[in-house]
């Protein structure tokens, strides 16, 4: 597969064949003790393995199926807590944002700004985020085919922006599922850019516990195998120390069906690193 663009996140290099990249954490922050206890678990694992890594949380979870899912902390503090892992543990953070009002304070404080599936085709949020000239990841709405994915990047290219990561993270396949084509994967890449695979959310099941999504979380680990087998620059996975625990509230986590223990985290890193040399040797060699 062809070499894309190389994206700068803080001191961590995206794509241009450099080392595969992770970007993960709990779907939504809980608060600013477990948002920093999971950074450094999992900052450490990806560090013993000289792997770069992006913690990725959301302050808000906006697209919940029903009205009373748990959100996230909301905007300011959220990114109050996102800052403080940035600071404290020295990497890179990523999170959703949802409308233009957001755009500004984010960009304060995260490092890469990220589009949510169903928001892929809004205009404004998205050449309001490529203004602020951060990196924009932006996934790739489960009703759009991966080629169309130009018109996005064209539209953050408008603004004089390159620095552009395109997630795939699944198709939407009849009512509460989801399917992943990895010739998507090439397809994107044909466009020159960055290529994440989210591992967690392509096994999600949408709306499929009747009021939040379901999940397949045992097919999490053959399916990012087999994008790093296809050549993707950087894998997303959101992972938490016990995805089926509930809040103090007796809500459930947001995503919990679908995120990957962390205990997962180790042997699996290591087998996605084993395959990822061997393709960078045949590309190579």
């Known amino acids: 597969m062809m070499k894309t663009r190389e994206v700068r996140i803080g001191a961590i290099t995206v794509g241009g064949g450099r080392p595969l990249v992770l970007i993960g954490g709990p779907c939504a922050i809980e608060d600013e003790k477990h948002a920093l206890m999971t950074a450094e678990r999992l900052a450490t694992i990806a560090a013993d393995r000289r792997v770069p890594y992006v913690y990725k949380s959301s302050y808000d979870k906006a697209n919940r199926s029903s009205v009373h899912g748990y959100r996230g902390p909301g905007l300011v503090e959220g990114l109050r807590i996102l800052k403080k892992v940035r600071d404290s543990l020295r990497v890179p953070v990523l999170s959703d944002i949802h409308q233009v009002s957001e755009v ?52 953050i290219l408008s603004k004089g922006n390159e620095s552009i990561l395109l997630t795939e993270r699944g198709t939407s396949f009849g009512y509460h599922n989801l399917v992943v084509d990895m010739r998507g994967l090439a397809d994107m890449r044909e466009l020159g850019y960055p290529v994440v695979f989210d591992a967690t959310h392509s096994v999600q099941l949408p709306g499929g516990a009747g009021d939040r999504s379901g999940g397949e979380r045992k097919y999490v680990p053959a399916l990012a195998r087999a994008a790093v087998a296809f050549g993707v620059d950087a894998l997303f ?48 060699g």
């Not at 309001?128 to 991966?146: I, L, M, R, S, Y």
């Not at 992972?239 to 986590?253: K, N």
């Open 237 to 284: 996975m959101e992972m938490h120390e016990d995805p089926d625990r509930t809040l103090a509230d007796g809500r459930p986590l947001s995503d919990g069906p679908n995120m990957l223990r962390i205990d997962v985290l180790p042997r699996l890193l290591d087998e996605l690193l084993a395959i990822h040399r061997v393709h960078a040797e045949q590309r190579t």
């Open 104 to 155: 500004d304070p984010a960009a304060e404080v995260l490092d890469v700004l990220q589009i949510p599936a169903f928001l892929c085709r809004q205009t404004d949020l998205i050449l309001a985020a490529a203004a602020t000239g951060k990196p924009v990841n932006v996934k790739k709405g489960q009703f759009v085919a991966p080629r169309d994915m130009k018109n996005v990047v064209d539209k």
